[in-house]
């Protein structure tokens, strides 16, 4: 039996027992009649699938978000590691783990990729737009240098959302600059820097940092839409032309580039079109670098929900 195994290191066949947070928790009633609960625990290497059988409680979605005690062994399903749970709680106040162990954390410096924020957007050629993008800046910075960017898929961990703008923003810097005569680089960059901004009203949140749900906001609205109402109200009161506030809102709307994915409207300008290419390729790229360390080389994962098919790593 080992102690609060790491899940990156964990393999077939391992027995298991410490302290993990709840991701997910389901009850359901498998063929039998029997209740199981099936979920997900997590630390900072990384997520792992389990299933408690013939379970009926306490543990449930009530708990998602909170540290838990499980007791199990390594099992495989459909080629992934899934742990059987013999036992689950909630931890005591009284019991010891190690926080630093359990929460993902963005691999990066804080303080270095909000100053390097900072300085891009000092560099924003027009006066508008970057009073836009500092006023927002500031009005979100705890949060947005705090928060995951999604519940899952990519840049779910604590300083997601920081590391993924902030990518982001090197990558639209670049490309601004390859296509000069096409691309306004303040609109740009400025959208960038906007565009997930309400992902902080969007969810839910544990006291961990983690995102545990969509809030009701999230779910009857999402962070499009609030963001781009949002830039409507600043904009208006910085008395930004009304243009510009507009080119701003059809960004964010269209960042998710298609209907089926979320986006309210069609990319209609050059830089509303870049912006959501730039959005997935950082967002596709954060999923490889999550899921190729988990494979041997000459591996194809499973399927990836995100992506729609499996992926290959090639080389070790």
């Known amino acids: 039996m080992e102690f609060d195994k790491l899940i990156s290191d964990m393999k077939f066949g391992d027995e298991v027992q ?149 990518n982001m923003l090197r990558i639209a810097d670049f490309l601004a600059g390859q296509y000069p005569d096409v691309i306004d680089r303040s609109l740009l960059l400025t959208g960038t820097l906007l565009h997930d901004f309400s992902k902080e009203n969007e969810f839910t949140f544990s006291g961990f940092g983690l995102v545990t749900d969509y809030s009701e906001k999230g779910q009857l609205l999402g962070h499009l839409v609030m963001g781009a109402e949002e830039i409507g109200e600043v904009c208006a009161d910085l008395a930004i032309p009304e243009k510009k506030s507009l080119l701003l809102r059809h960004m964010v709307l269209s960042h998710h580039g298609e209907p089926e994915y979320g986006a309210a409207v069609k990319p209609l300008t050059a830089e509303a079109e870049l912006l959501y290419l730039i959005d997935s390729i950082d967002s596709k790229m954060e999923i490889f670098a999550e899921v190729l360390p988990t494979l041997e080389a000459g591996q194809f994962s499973e399927r990836i929900f995100a992506l729609d098919r499996k992926i290959y790593k090639h080389r070790g």
């Open 18 to 166: 410490g302290f993990y947070i709840l991701k997910d928790a389901v009850l359901r009633t498998a063929s039998t009649g029997k209740p199981f609960l099936t979920g997900a625990i997590s630390d900072r290497s990384g997520t792992l699938d389990f299933k408690v059988w013939d379970y009926s409680g306490p543990v449930s979605a009530a708990s998602i978000g909170k540290v838990v005690k499980v007791r199990g062994d390594l099992g495989e399903y459909k080629g992934s590691l899934q742990m059987n749970v013999s036992n689950i709680r909630e931890a005591y106040p009284a019991d010891d783990y190690d926080r630093k162990r359990l929460v993902p954390t963005a691999p990066i410096d804080v303080e270095e990729r909000i100053n390097e924020i900072r300085s891009l957007i000092d560099s924003v050629d027009d006066p508008d737009y970057r009073f836009v993008a500092q006023t927002m800046l500031e009005r979100h910075l705890e949060k947005f240098s705090q928060i995951p960017a999604a519940k899952s898929v990519h840049h779910s961990f604590v300083s997601g959302l920081l590391m993924h703008t902030s």
